[in-house]
């Protein structure tokens, strides 16, 4: 490596039994850069994305992608600066986002799976947010999983997160009703500023079910699930007919990777109600990413798009800030400025 | 009633608990039936079909249609002859069929909800069977719901029940692998007959995930779900990517009716295999019968289709007829020849 820059990263010292804490992550401050090989780019990273599904390849388990083993760079995608290429499709100081940046300060891609990213139509960093993976996922589990009509109510948890403020100002827009669900009074609010229509605060209220009943007269037409677990139990019992839950995370159950997960399950409802439960990945909708981004775009030009960044500082932050995610400690998409 | 006819017939006599027994039936030997009104057809019934559907209807929770209150008549479809009409569309002597029959030997039925049965196309009863309703919901739940298409492995529960034999034969058809669940080796003798692939009696499997593993070494694409309970649950730990549930019945809740059913979830199966769970009513289907019974009709000009009833006599039988079917005793259709 012609710039002798020394790395700084985050490997998996175990796999975690339930929630994982510090002791699962070990930091390497000092580890020397590879040679890159050809159609290889080294990238300096400006923003690391801190994303739930992480959580689901830190396990022995097999998942929808490979496992990061004890020892391994632990992934994450991110978006920087190209400062050594191989690959005739990039030059230094381009900008370019990618799946597979990893943990860590400096990384070594291949060209074949970096995009480009354009600083002057966007920051840079909504290229991991409302115009990356959580957009993408937004527009795919709400229009297409959720199949979401106008008059119809939509009920979002993880309402303030990243894929949540998307898709519920995309419910608003198509002329959806549109429910927040959320873990305090701050995030309920940003929820109310970008448009959702009402706001549950799950973790203060005593009958869920209830609830989700009061704001829901009509029941719930789309869930768009970021959660499993007790919003998703408290759903459950309030289908509208022909109702559809858009699978999309399972944060709730980050402490039962590899366990079962044991609770009411809802057969009969969801054939009284003629109910669909459906898993999505947003890489499924790789082939229609442009038609997402172009609709989300066209709402960030109008200037009524509101999205709200929670940014740590440096590569040290990146573990706890994950632990945070998982106890929903974030409020707004979750980065770590590098 | 110019006839002067005397009706038996069964009553709830009181809403289960648990799983019903006979004596939440009451037997009414001397019921005099009511005048006609105008656009009414007072029926003698031929055939009464027993299903699991009635199960949901005897409980004071909402579901998918009214439900039966204590003294009230059971409800069952029919197959019988028009013995008075004061319909213009029905004259005496013709066969009809009607979902309204109930659990009595005469009915009074409104003609708009009547269909007429031509005895010389097929033996009447199967107008309560592979050309009725559980005909038309093997043929959408497979096609429509299941979204079965040639190559895919597709299990059904109740596999040689009035909805699975027709599922099977079609799945086959249709250049699916079909295999078969049922609850003894002479239903499994059954389902080989008619086509299935390969067979399992889940009475007698010690590990049901590892032998659906053992059958469905790509894993399950299509689960006709016709029972809930220990097959689902072994079916989700199997599933193939992109695998959809048509759940079609939940049988083996039958004592859970009301009651929450506790036990394993599989939130984070359906989220990484992007499997579909969809519950569905053959009765939103209805604008295309026409379709599905032309189809199976197909079959069975061919030649080719086999169909097992099960028949037993008199209106007397109707309750132990039901409850057995609940214990998975039937073989085949079950039908009371009247």
Chains 1, 2 share one sequence.
């Not at 490979?66 to 230094?92: H, Q, T, Y």
């Not at 100081?93 to 799976?113: I, K, R």
């Not at 009074?185 to 605060?201: F, H, P, Q, S, T």
């Not at 632990?323 to 400690?329: C, K, T």
Request: hydrophobic fraction near 40%; charged fraction near 20%.
């Amino acid at each position: 490596m012609s710039k002798n820059l020394i790395n700084r990263r985050w490997v998996l010292a175990d796999y975690p039994e339930a929630m994982p804490d510090e002791t699962h992550f070990q930091f390497e401050a000092s580890v020397p850069l590879p040679v890159l090989e050809e159609d290889q780019i080294l990238v300096q990273a400006h923003f690391l994305s801190v994303d739930p599904y992480m959580r689901g390849r830190i396990s022995p388990e097999a998942g929808y992608t490979a496992g990061v083993k004890p020892g391994g760079l632990l992934p994450a995608g991110g978006v920087g600066e190209v400062i050594e290429s191989r690959s005739n499709l990039f030059d230094e100081g381009e900008f370019v986002e990618s799946m597979n940046f990893g943990w860590q300060e400096y990384s070594v891609l291949s060209a074949g799976s970096t995009q480009k990213v354009d600083p002057a139509l966007a920051p840079i960093q909504s290229s991991l947010s409302y115009l990356g993976m959580p957009g993408m996922t937004a527009y795919f589990g709400l229009f297409d999983v959720g199949a979401a009509k106008p008059g119809e109510t939509v009920l979002i948890s993880a309402a303030s997160g990243a894929v949540g403020q998307v898709a519920g100002q995309l419910a608003k827009a198509h002329g959806c009703r549109a429910v927040a669900v959320a873990s305090n009074e701050a995030k309920l609010d940003w929820c109310r500023e970008i448009g959702y229509d009402i706001g549950i605060n799950y973790r203060e209220t005593e009958d869920l079910p209830k609830m989700i009943n009061d704001c829901c007269p009509n029941g719930v037409d789309v869930y768009f699930d970021n959660t499993a677990g007790p919003i998703h139990d408290a759903v459950m019992q309030n289908l509208n007919l022909n109702a559809r839950v858009a699978v999309c995370g399972v944060v709730s159950l980050a402490d039962k990777i590899g366990k079962p997960d044991i609770g009411q399950r809802y057969l009969r409802q969801i054939l009284v109600n003629r109910a669909r439960i459906q898993g999505f990945l947003v890489f499924d909708f790789a082939e229609r990413y442009d038609e997402a981004r172009d609709y989300i775009s066209g709402f960030v030009r109008d200037g009524t798009f509101k999205f709200k960044e929670d940014i740590s500082d440096g590569i040290e932050s990146m573990a706890k800030s994950f632990i945070d995610l998982l106890h929903s400690e974030n409020f707004g998409k979750k980065l770590i400025k590098i």
